[in-house]
């Protein structure tokens, strides 16, 4: 059984292997072993680096091929930075409940009161709004690929804290680096905020980057370290499809 192990492997990466032939007829010996709305990944025979395909010079056929032959390219080895791009700030002005009473000039006369007058003014207190507007930054020596972000608002001091605020998208990035943008609404006492990078394929925990890093601990007592992810697959199969067709 150990004898035969090494072959079963060689056997299994040469089904995969194939010539694939680009658009002005040159042709290129690899394997194949996934794809994205970028292009095609292929390892060659003694290559360290996946090489890309793009659509636009590769043959519809191949193309087409790809897509239906080999699973979508996700990449969890990606690093995340995130940073605060903008502050939102609204000044607003609000009525506490309380009135000041304001008597002045009465008079007695006799077991009468006459005159004088009564100003009733209703005391206000200002107060602000914030929000964040967070830029994203992706990227991976390892290439394109596809990942999990959450982004989380928190807001209040202490005990008092709360996650006010959640956004989630599935995100494709360029291996040489992708901007993705969060925006959280302006709330009153707003604490600060924390993005999450989750793991297309097994939707566990990968990455993470916040504003204060308390805060990091905070929002991971809330949510799941391990997910279901849902990929919009056949999304990027049209998106990738478009692309070969268009050329």
């Known amino acids: 059984m150990k004898v035969l192990l090494p072959i079963l492997v060689l056997i299994a990466v040469a089904a995969d292997a194939r010539t694939w032939t680009s658009r002005d007829g040159r ?26 395909l793009r659509y636009e010079q590769l043959s519809k056929k191949d193309g087409e091929w790809a897509i239906e032959n080999l699973p979508y390219f996700t990449n969890d080895d990606v690093r995340l930075r995130a940073k605060t791009l903008a502050i939102t700030t609204k000044r607003l002005e609000r009525d506490t409940g309380k009135r000041i009473v304001t008597i002045s000039d009465f008079r007695y006369s006799g077991g009468r009161i006459t005159g004088g007058n009564v100003n009733v003014t209703r005391i206000m207190e200002k107060y602000k709004k914030s929000g964040r507007g967070v830029e994203v930054y992706l990227s991976s020596i390892r290439g394109p690929g596809i990942v999990g972000l959450e982004f989380y608002g928190v807001k209040g001091q202490g005990p008092d804290k709360e996650m006010f605020h959640s956004q989630a998208a599935m995100v494709e990035f360029e291996g040489g680096g992708s901007y993705a943008h969060f925006q959280s609404p302006a709330v009153e006492n707003f604490n600060g905020w924390v993005v999450i990078a989750r793991s297309a394929t097994s ?45």
């Open 203 to 247: 939707g566990k925990i990968i990455g993470i980057q916040s504003s204060a890093r308390p805060l990091e601990d905070f929002i991971l007592q809330q949510i799941p370290r391990e997910a279901e992810v849902v990929q919009n697959v056949q999304g990027y199969k049209k998106i990738a499809l478009d692309k070969i067709r268009a050329n």
């Open 27 to 52: 042709t290129l010996e690899g394997d194949g072993v996934a794809w994205n709305t970028e292009g095609v990944h292929i390892k060659r025979a003694r290559a360290t680096k996946i090489l890309v």
